[in-house]
């Protein structure tokens, strides 16, 4: 009985120790962090996860925030996913910083109620904090690094802090209320409305405790807005220290606004996000009905706290009509009022409840009713979410993507290439970075016209990206032109169906490579050098190779590479024969609509091959050596596997040779015959 003992038989307005509140609010925040913890792993990064942690990793790899790279999102949060990829790396483990700040808004919400005074208020803070921890979305948004709840989070910590304020009157409470909102801001500009709430606070604290004439409430409420107004620029005064302040305020507040602007011109927009509202309430009828029951409990009681809840939901819901784009998401901007009005309207339906029970005489049964009412709600709070963790784990971080173009792109560039693509998960899950100034290329971006096909096609250049990735629709509706552009760029166009388009071969290579090497074969094909990854390698290790060729002449055989690994005794170990440029494969289908046919439509600059006659056989490589334009440095990259070789050193060499007649093409300068000395790798042994 010793639940009942504590939640019925001591629901009263008497004093409790200390102690036992923050013993319940333990209890939530480990069930809280415990099943999120499970959650977070189970749930595939989403599209706009993948922009964010790209500000985060291009951040951590040095390049300068809101100036060398574009980052759309406050300080607060890149600082929090910073944290994150460092302990985490690119795994699903990113998201627990910013989960933390979730559990800071269950804390807060729990404390909201002053739990200390009396069991009557700790069952309220209890139940308004499990309402808000586990509402589906809330529980979902808190196992993403986006900002939605992280911000309402902090804002709830400045309501409280507010509320403390309220009752003490000291300036002190209301300096950290506005540092809190400021941190709010600062993790994303969510809920904007705050000030006008914190406006309603200060006026109502100024009247309750008014002494003299009115100009003295205007001077109060002068002093008072300027102190909580001070808190919140102290944290954006630290961050302007760090930041250039220009820089961040176009591209966390004017993209923003320039972004709402385009979508807002559509005339409908009003009428739709009404109705999109209207639906997040549907969706969270228990709560709304509880929220107008609590209103009218908090009338009959007296309680001010109750309309403060109240003007926090009315306040809340006139951004929500204007956003644009709404998303579901940013519901839980509603949840705080909903899930503290409604936890006010169980615990007094529950003491009103003991009550009558105990004016029957019927003490037993109403403990067990009063249990049951409260374990019931309860239960059902918690159904949704923990019904979530019975599915297993995903194993994929990015399970909808294309793992073949994965694949294409892994094994045709190395790994310190960039390539450019409209989703970045793709490029985590290809292990390439994209240019700093393509951090995002999100719809916003491009439908405000704050990305052009000219930023695209200066980066590539500028950069020498590998390849460009198309992987949702937003460079086709936002940059129709581009296509025509990366045309000019890159040799082949591989379409594997009307989504998936993949821009890759780079048409001229002005960069320098890793080795440097002259070398000609049959004084038809030139090698200007190589890219390698450094040594040592292990066996089973895959290793990027990266040639930099150009046809002096025109080639007149589709000719073969072959690679070989020789001994310190000269004995040949190990051969990789291929052409170059080898097609893609389909061998990561994982669902039946994943089914396609990939067609490679080669743009070249000299027709000494037809396209038609290319594209029907990529087993001689998508561009063979007798389709390449004169005077003009290709890189190809073939990843080889290193078979079982016992520790030593060995000679990479390379040749080229007609596969029809199997004769080799000589090698003038530094070769030996018909094969190329390329470098000494050292091989250790498998770890």
Known sequence: MLLSTIAISTITKNRIQISLPWFVLSLILIVSFVIRSRYLWMRAMIYDEGHWLMFAVLSNAGYTPYTTTFVGIPPLALLTIQLGAKLFDVTLGVRYPMMLFSLLGITSLFCAFQPRKSIFNLVTGLLAAIFFSFDLESFRGSGTFMGEVPAVSMAILSFVLAQQYHQERRLFWLMLSGLAFGLSLALKLFVVFFPALMGLVILLTIIQGMEGFKISVIGRLIVAGLTWLSGVIIPWAIFMMFYDPQAMYQEIFLFRLAYRDVNLSQSAIIVENSLGVIQMMVDRLPLVIGAIVGSIIGWRERRSDVWLWLAWLILAIGPLVWQSPLRYRYSVILLPPLAALSGITVTYLAYWLFQWLQSKRVDRISELAIVSLLAGIIILAFAVPVKSLSRPPDPYTFPDLNFDIVEYIKQTTVENDCIVTDDQRFAFASNRLVPAALSETAQGRLATGWLTTEDIVREIEQHECAAVVYMVDYFKTYLPDLSSKLRDLYFLEITYDENFIVYSVKKQITSQPAISLEAEFGRTIALKGIDLA?????????????????????????????????????????????????????????????????????????????????????????????????????????????????????????????PDTLSRLPVSESGEGDTLWLAQIEVTEKK
């Open 534 to 658: 450094s040594s040592p390698w292990q066996p089973g290790q895959e290793i990027h190779l990266g040639t930099y060729w150009m046809a002096l002449q025109p080639p007149e055989q589709a000719y073969k590479i072959f690679v070989q690994l020789r001994n310190d005794r000269n004995e040949t170990v190990a051969t990789f024969d291929y052409f170059p440029f080898a097609a893609p494969n389909n061998r990561y289908r994982l669902l039946p609509e994943f089914e396609y046919q990939y067609r490679i439509v080669p743009h070249l600059t000299t027709q000494m091959v037809s396209a038609e006659d290319i594209a029907i056989y990529p087993a001689k490589g998508m561009l063979p050596m007798n389709a390449w334009p004169v005077g003009r440095v290709i890189r190809e990259v073939k990843t080889i596997r290193l078979p079982m070789l016992t520790p030593g050193n060995y000679d990479l060499y390379l040749g080229l040779y007609d």
